[in-house]
């Protein structure tokens, strides 16, 4: 079973900057890791998008990060990171790392228990 372990949240001025790390650990064979990426949810909002990252190195991101963050990842650690810059308070959220996975043609997703970003005015 994968594990996915998220670290480097916390509280942060607005205009300062965090990094978040996602580590997947665990039997993930015979999977394969085809994407990875990070969502986020605010308080009484929808859990969305934030970017991911696929295993050939695609990237996308949500419009409100775009210049902002950027997601890089490691095929070989099954590690993710996202870079988060000049953040402002409506930044604020539980991060979660996400991990699309496949064997053949089953899929699965595993999810990271989340991480708290709280940017302060």
């Known amino acids: 079973q994968v594990q996915l372990v998220e670290s480097g949240g916390g509280l942060v001025q607005a205009g300062g900057s965090l990094r978040l790390s996602c580590a997947a650990s665990g039997s993930i064979s015979p999977f394969s890791v085809n994407a990875m990426g990070w969502y986020r949810q605010a308080l009484g909002k929808q859990r969305e998008l934030v970017a991911d990252?696929?295993?050939?190195?695609?990237?996308n991101y949500a419009d409100s990060v775009k210049g902002r963050f950027t997601i890089s990842g490691d095929n070989a650690k099954n590690t993710v990171h996202l870079q988060m810059n000049n953040l402002n308070p409506e930044d604020t959220a539980v991060y979660y790392c996400?991990?699309?996975?496949?064997?053949?043609?089953?899929?699965?997703?595993?999810w990271g228990q989340g991480t708290q970003v709280t940017v302060s005015s």
């Open positions: 996400k991990a699309d996975l496949q064997y053949r043609n089953f899929r699965s997703a595993s």
């Open positions: 990252i696929t295993s050939g190195g695609s990237t």
